[in-house]
């Protein structure tokens, strides 16, 4: 399971992301943790929602690492409509709105 800790290595990418997107979408309302897909020996990738006045956006963080050295963001993509699903991807137990 991923820990909350390991969300917010991305947490300040993933703002300055939302801020990028303004030119889509306008006055971001909630930013939810929606599931991740580990990816065995290179790191994990992060899914979250934003839920703006105008929209919705999808994001995918990429991070490399591992919990003992840490994480590092790699890549940031944003789009309207939500990413494929994946067998190995798995929801988070319970909702984790970014503060």
Known sequence: MVKRCELLVA????????????????????????????VQGAGMELFYVGTYDNGVLYH???????????????GIWFKPEPYPENVMRKKFETEIPVE
């Open 11 to 38: 947490l300040t990418r993933l703002q300055k992301c939302s801020l990028k997107s303004s030119k889509t979408v306008d006055g971001l309302q909630r930013l939810t943790a929606d599931s991740y897909l580990m």
């Open 60 to 74: 995918r963080l990429v991070l490399a690492g591992d919990a003992s050295a840490g994480y590092r963001v790699t």
